[in-house]
């Protein structure tokens, strides 16, 4: 180990002598007051620059990625201006045979960031966008700044083994790097199928989430293999980690396998789907989205809840759109003694009719169930078809029909009336 340290020094001092050597001349104060000159410029045009071609980014319409990227370019107006000054300089200076290296130099990590500050704007979080960005910076500086060899060895001295496996910072570096891209392009590339797969007219919503989810899976699977196996990391080194990994799983991320897994049933069984009107416990409402931890359930009021995937399997579901948009709903009611039981259930059936979301899918009917202490009680049973504008409005409705049509047809609506009988005379007590 110190002789492989001693030959790091070595590399190190030799980088620094070929660094003076290559930058450091005669010609080394005119490039920087060039370099400052373009900075200057870039201050002032940039900002002239970038209110002219605000308004013209705005105008593009259809294409959101495109949008982000033509806006970064924008919002960076004054990296262009300074790139293009620097890079006009340059030419300058090549055309007078004169030595350029530092501005060069510069030239080349400027129109680097500017690259990477606005190919990176894709990735939606800004802090992971941001540090992407300086990782690939930095190497392109070390490529520029000719210091790669000596990197290498340094970050390659610091490792440890682990059996007959060596690992070091260079190669968990590298692999980190390429993991990283290959990655975010196999998501890219799932996100473009997914659209595709969206807007096909002959698939079921759930076959489409099916499959967009597994083609993703195995894409990333895909893309971490290869990876790996392209940075020189054994997979069967990998046995260690992936058992302590399973065991992890076995005693922490039940839940999460279980949410995970009764995802992919739901989807295959089709039980349900989004846009499905459903009721789980005391929630109510509508399918938006299946993820694959959690359905999301928006309700009546708004509200959005993220149902885990088990509870669709473990518990009971009632999926109001399984078969077909058309549920029967129940409505109970009574009516005095004295009202005639075969009018009653004419009028109620009118009434119903009457009511706008109820459907023509059957016919209203009404029942008249039992003799009840007070009343006559009836069941009105009717149907509609938009469940998911809700139960309880269409229930409210019919109520307020039936309540119009009794007054009109003069039924009474009773309520709980008791007699109380004395089977003594009362007494009265004097006044004192």
């Known amino acids: 180990m110190p002789q492989q340290w001693a030959q790091w020094g070595n590399a190190v001092e030799r980088w620094v002598r070929d660094f003076l050597g290559l930058y450091w001349n005669e010609w080394t104060l005119l490039q920087a007051v060039l370099i400052a000159l373009a900075w200057v410029i870039a201050r002032f045009a940039g900002k002239a620059l970038e209110r002219r071609l605000e308004r013209w980014g705005r105008s593009i319409k259809g294409n959101p990625d495109l949008l982000r990227l033509v806006i970064a370019t924008i919002r960076r107006s004054r990296w262009v201006v300074f790139v293009v000054a620097l890079f006009v300089m340059r030419l300058s200076m090549i055309a007078a045979d004169v030595p350029d290296a530092l501005l060069a130099s510069v030239l080349l990590l400027s129109a680097a ?4 500050s606005v190919l990176t ?3 939606r979080n800004r802090s992971l966008a941001q540090v992407v960005a300086a990782i690939g910076w930095i190497y392109v500086a070390v490529l520029v700044l000719g210091i790669g060899t000596p990197v290498a060895q340094a970050l390659d001295h610091l490792a440890f083994s682990i059996g007959e496996v060596r690992i070091s910072a260079l190669l968990v570096i590298r692999a980190a790097l390429v993991v990283t891209g290959v990655v975010w392009l196999a998501l890219f590339i799932s996100h473009v199928i997914e659209g595709r797969i969206a807007r096909a007219d002959d698939m079921s919503a759930s076959g489409k989430v099916l ?3 597994l083609i993703r899976i195995v894409l990333v699977i895909g893309a971490g293999a290869f ?3 392209a940075t020189g990391v054994d997979l069967t080194a990998l046995t260690v980690i992936s058992g302590a990994v399973g065991v992890g799983i076995g005693f922490g991320l039940q839940k999460v396998v279980s949410n995970f897994i009764s995802g992919i049933l739901i989807l295959l069984d089709r039980s349900v789907k989004p846009g499905d009107t459903i009721e789980v416990g005391e929630t109510f409402g509508w399918i938006t989205e299946l993820r694959a931890r959690f359905v999301s359930v928006v309700t009546r009021d708004g509200r959005k809840y993220l149902i885990p995937n088990e509870d669709f399997i473990t518990q009971q579901v009632i999926n109001w759109s399984y078969s077909d948009q058309n549920v029967r709903i129940d409505v109970e009611f009574g009516v005095s003694y004295e009202s005639d039981p075969h009018h009653v259930t004419a009028v109620a059936i009118a009434a119903a009719r009457g009511v706008e979301r109820v459907s023509a899918f059957k016919e209203p009917v009404c029942w008249m169930t039992a003799f ?4 006559l009680d009836f069941k009105l049973r009717f149907w509609i078809n ?8 269409v229930r409210g409705q019919v109520l307020l029909a039936l309540w119009d049509a009794f007054k009109v047809e003069g039924i009474e609506i009773p309520f709980p009336q008791q007699d109380v009988r004395f089977k003594t005379p009362l007494r009265l007590e004097k006044e004192v």
Not at 372 to 375: E, M
Request: hydrophobic share 45%; net charge positive; charged share 10%.
């Open 113 to 116: 960031w500017l690259v990477l």
């Open 121 to 123: 704007r894709l990735i």
């Open 211 to 213: 499959l967009s989810k």
């Open 227 to 229: 990876a790996l196996t």
């Open 372 to 375: 009840g202490a007070s009343s």
């Open 386 to 393: 938009d469940p998911q504008n809700g139960l309880t409005n």
